[in-house]
Antibody, heavy 116, light 109 residues
Framework: EVQLVESGGGLVKPGGSLRLSCAAS????????MTWVRQAPGKGLEWVGR??????????DYAAPVKGRFTVSRDDSKSTLFLQMNSLKTEDTAVYYC???????WGQGTLVTVSS | QTVVTQEPSLTVSPGGTVTLTCASS?????????PNWFQQKPGQAPRTLIY???NKHSWTPARFSGSLLGGKAALTLSGVQPEDEAEYYC?????????FGGGTKLTVL
């Protein structure tokens, strides 16, 4: 079964850091471009960032609101995607999803709450 | 800043046909923007319906189809079912960035 499972969400104070993980199974993770998407409470979907396969250069791209604060990385040996979030702001509060658009798989999401 | 625009809401009768559209502030949408369409029901994660304009996944019901229409990406539902009531999001790729539309709330009434 093709599956993505996120973990690492929680409550963090403004200015703090958090690292999300996304464990993949059921497909060849190393062949997939992987993406992070977030959804603030009651709002629409917002693209956060993505990482290409090593074959395609392994490069990353980010949305303007998170560029310079968030880092997407991957460990193909463990079929795991990461999102390192630094200098968190209250407006980063959201459910964070990992996804592979081409394969069509999404995780169930993990909630990140930034509040003092 | 690039904006992707969808109809905020649409209503359709069961068994009817409805087309949702996805426009880019940069101009006409082409296949080079790799339009994707997603369905999200309350309390659930999104589900991918269409990728690269008109390609379906194995789980995508046959009544859903993607296309380019009048300079926009389009998602057409033919023979709408009550379970199709949901929020629908499109996505366009702009080289180094990806932008979601604001979503269309589809009501089946």
């Amino acid at each position: 079964e093709v599956q993505l499972v996120e973990s690492g969400g929680g409550l963090v104070k403004p200015g703090g850091s958090l690292r999300l993980s996304c464990a993949a199974s059921g497909f060849t993770f190393s062949n997939a471009w992987m993406t992070w998407v977030r959804q603030a409470p009651g709002k629409g979907l917002e693209w956060v960032g993505r990482i290409k396969t090593k074959t395609d250069g392994g490069t990353t791209d980010y949305a303007a609101p998170v560029k310079g604060r968030f880092t997407v990385s991957r460990d193909d040996s463990k079929s795991t995607l990461f999102l390192q979030m630094n200098s968190l702001k209250t407006e980063d509060t959201a459910v964070y999803y990992c996804a592979s658009f081409l394969i069509g798989v999404w995780g169930q999401g993990t909630l990140v709450t930034v509040s003092s | 800043q690039t904006v992707v625009t969808q109809e905020p809401s649409l209503t359709v009768s069961p068994g009817g046909t409805v087309t949702l559209t996805c426009a880019s502030s940069t101009g006409a949408v082409t296949s080079g923007y790799y339009p994707n369409w997603f369905q999200q029901k309350p309390g659930q994660a999104p589900r991918t319906l269409i990728y690269s304009t008109n390609n379906k996944h194995s789980w995508t019901p046959a009544r859903f189809s993607g296309s380019l229409l009048g300079g926009k990406a389009a998602l057409t539902l033919s023979g709408v079912q009550p379970e199709d009531e949901a929020e629908y999001y499109c996505l366009l790729s702009y080289g180094g960035a990806v932008v979601f539309g604001g979503g269309t709330k589809l009501t089946v009434l």
